[in-house]
């Protein structure tokens, strides 16, 4: 008989965090409070201001937070203690 390892929760946790940071950066972004990254970036023009497209550099943070805090859940990886 398998068990899970006790640090389940915290990975099971992590996991929810990590949703519940994207869910609020998405849905943030939607609602339109306040101003968003590209208004302030262009309010503020000046040659250290990055392109548009280099923003999306979030798009790959938030995949790959997702990806680690899923793979943290898969059974290969109960041996490891800490992540």
């Not at 990975?11 to 990254?37: E, H, P, T, W």
């Not at 923003?55 to 938030?62: D, M």
Request: net charge positive; proline share 7%; glycine share 4%.
């Amino acid at each position: 008989m398998r068990t899970h390892p006790p640090n389940l929760p915290l990975r099971v946790l992590a996991l929810l965090s990590v949703l519940a940071n994207v869910a609020f950066n998405y849905g943030y972004m939607q609602l339109g409070i306040g101003s968003d990254i590209r208004e302030i970036s262009a309010r503020y023009e000046n040659l250290l201001t990055p392109a548009p497209y280099a923003f999306l550099i979030w798009a790959v943070i938030h995949a790959a937070l997702i990806l680690y805090a899923v793979i943290a859940l898969l059974p290969g990886s109960s041996h490891i203690a800490l992540h």
